[in-house]
């Protein structure tokens, strides 16, 4: 298991001096926002790819893959029935799954609660529109040679996919490898119903779970409250899980590198641990 940070904890920091403090305080990687790189990322040209690659590697961290997608450009969701909004988030998913691969990254997390919300005068039409959006995500992966994540988000963020149950439906609707889904410690906290060992303990022999972010139920980092991440980290090595786990707290106390030092070393000493 490698631990990555999410881009958005150290988000006063510009790219470089991000991937710098990340390596000095003994993160593996960096997971990426593509509204770092502007408001339109999926246009990044070519030689801002290799430079953005550059620079995390001679800070010596790796950019493992990209999260909170749809923020940038405007005008995105993947459960809308406007046709231009939907052209473009479709040509914006394509293009993002292309610049994960040029980067170096594995994987991109589909979150964005915010766009993906349905329509209460047409809850199946929203729906469907999103599931067939992730249809498209997935085609647009396998031929970047990536994975395509569907993070399940609590219900007071979003009323579509709450549960990894939820998303690993879609996933055999769709059958397509490319296609996964994850656990996002604090929304599965919320939403679950049962305690996140027994989730992990049930869908990691699937191979449906790809990802984990660690977070706990008050929002902070990982043990800086409730969630015993001893346990959940225990769930993950009993499902022989050896891939990422990003760093992802929303409330960062005291600040983004207090809060990223700590859990860095908080985890890293629950994975080293016999």
């Known amino acids: ?18 991937c710098k403090f990340a390596a000095a305080v003994g993160y593996d990687g960096i997971e990426l926002a593509p509204s770092a790189l502007g408001h339109a990322p999926h246009l990044l040209p070519a030689a801002k790819r290799a430079a953005t690659r550059r620079i995390a590697a001679d ?9 909170s997608l749809m923020h940038a450009p405007a005008g995105l969701s993947i459960t ?9 988030t479709f040509d914006v998913i394509a293009r993002l799954c292309d610049l ?29 529109r999103g599931i067939d959006a992730f249809a498209h995500a997935a085609r647009c992966a396998a031929a970047a040679g990536v994975t395509y994540v569907i993070e399940p988000l609590r219900p007071s963020l979003t009323k579509f996919i709450n549960t990894v149950a939820e998303a690993a439906s879609i996933i055999d609707t769709i059958g397509n490898p490319a296609l996964k889904t994850m ?60 891939g990422v ?27 080293e641990a016999d």
């Not at 631990?3 to 988000?11: A, E, P």
Request: overall charge neutral; proline content about 5%; aromatic content about 6%.
């Open 100 to 128: 994960c691969a040029a980067l170096g990254g594995k994987y991109l997390v589909h979150g964005s609660s915010q766009y993906r919300q349905l329509d209460p005068a047409d809850l199946a039409g929203s729906r469907a």
């Open 183 to 242: 656990l996002d410690c604090c929304s599965g906290s919320e939403s679950e119903g049962v305690p996140l060992t027994d989730v992990l303990d049930q869908w990691l022999p699937t191979g449906k779970i790809a990802h984990l972010h660690a977070n706990d139920a008050n929002h902070r980092g990982p043990g800086q409250g409730k969630l015993r991440f001893s346990e959940i980290v225990a769930a993950l090595k009993r499902g022989s899980y050896g």
């Open 245 to 271: 786990i990003g760093v992802e707290p929303f409330v960062c106390a005291p600040d983004g590198p207090a809060c990223a030092a700590r859990a860095v070393g908080y985890l890293r000493g629950i994975m």
């Open 59 to 67: 800070h010596g961290v790796a950019i493992t893959g990209m999260f």
């Open 80 to 88: 809308t029935a406007d046709a231009t909004a939907r052209a473009l």
């Open 1 to 18: 298991m490698k631990l990555t940070l999410c881009s958005t904890v150290m988000r006063e920091l510009d790219f470089a001096a991000m």
